[in-house]
């Protein structure tokens, strides 16, 4: 009897490879400044239709404007907040890719989202990462920058940081330069 699976004489390892992408789960506070989480990330049948009911939202054309991710662990749910984040927003470092991946996937979803999140001359939405926790909101929503102070622009910035509360409430205003 052999002492392992393979295909003659070799180990069926030499055959199959399992690809790391994917493995590890997202972390929206960690990986919304890595452009290589968006470059990971696999569109679907489910990502695409979900996408495009958000986009009808946004767009006023459905009276939807809340919507609920929900799933087991690991099915995806914040690789595709994180995808989103990146779509809607022009300074988001994964931006470009994304746009590039939903339009090789779906041009004319692309073109959609496109005109909904990012109009012409515009930065589209500001995204925010809030992960769920027993804490006040403020604290959850802003700890520190949505993203790095190169990514922040003025209006965003502004906007940031009259979210905050005084630093009486033991949160400190970050210096935005």
């Known amino acids: 009897m052999p002492s392992a699976i393979g295909v003659g004489d070799q180990p069926?390892?030499?055959?199959?490879?399992v690809q790391t992408r994917?493995?590890?789960?997202?972390?929206?506070?960690?990986?919304?400044t890595t452009p290589a989480s968006v470059h990971d990330y696999i569109l679907t049948g489910q990502s695409l239709g979900t996408l495009g009911r958000i986009?009808?939202?946004?767009?006023?054309?459905?009276p939807s404007r809340a919507w609920t991710l929900t799933g087991p662990y690991?099915?995806?749910?914040?690789?595709?907040?994180?995808?989103?984040?990146?779509?809607?927003?022009?300074v988001m470092p994964g931006h470009v890719t994304a746009m590039a991946k939903l339009?090789?996937?779906d041009p004319v979803l692309a073109?959609?989202?496109?005109?909904?999140?990012?109009?012409?001359h515009t930065e589209g939405?500001?995204?925010?990462?809030?992960?769920?926790?027993?804490?006040?909101?403020?604290?959850?929503?802003?700890?520190?920058?949505?993203?790095?102070?190169?990514?922040?622009?003025v209006h965003q910035s502004a906007l940031w940081a009259a979210c905050l509360?005084?630093?009486?409430?033991?949160?400190s205003r970050p210096e935005v330069t």
């Open 12 to 17: 069926l390892a030499r055959y199959v490879h």
């Open 22 to 32: 994917g493995v590890r789960s997202v972390n929206l506070t960690l990986d919304r």
């Open 55 to 62: 986009v009808s939202g946004v767009q006023g054309t459905t």
């Open 74 to 90: 690991g099915s995806g749910k914040s690789a595709f907040a994180l995808f989103l984040m990146n779509l809607s927003s022009r």
């Open 103 to 105: 339009r090789s996937a």
């Open 111 to 120: 073109s959609e989202v496109e005109g909904a999140f990012v109009p012409d």
């Open 125 to 153: 939405f500001l995204a925010v990462a809030v992960t769920g926790q027993r804490a006040p909101f403020v604290t959850r929503c802003l700890p520190r920058p949505p993203a790095p102070a190169r990514f922040l622009t």
């Open 165 to 171: 509360p005084d630093t009486s409430q033991g949160v």
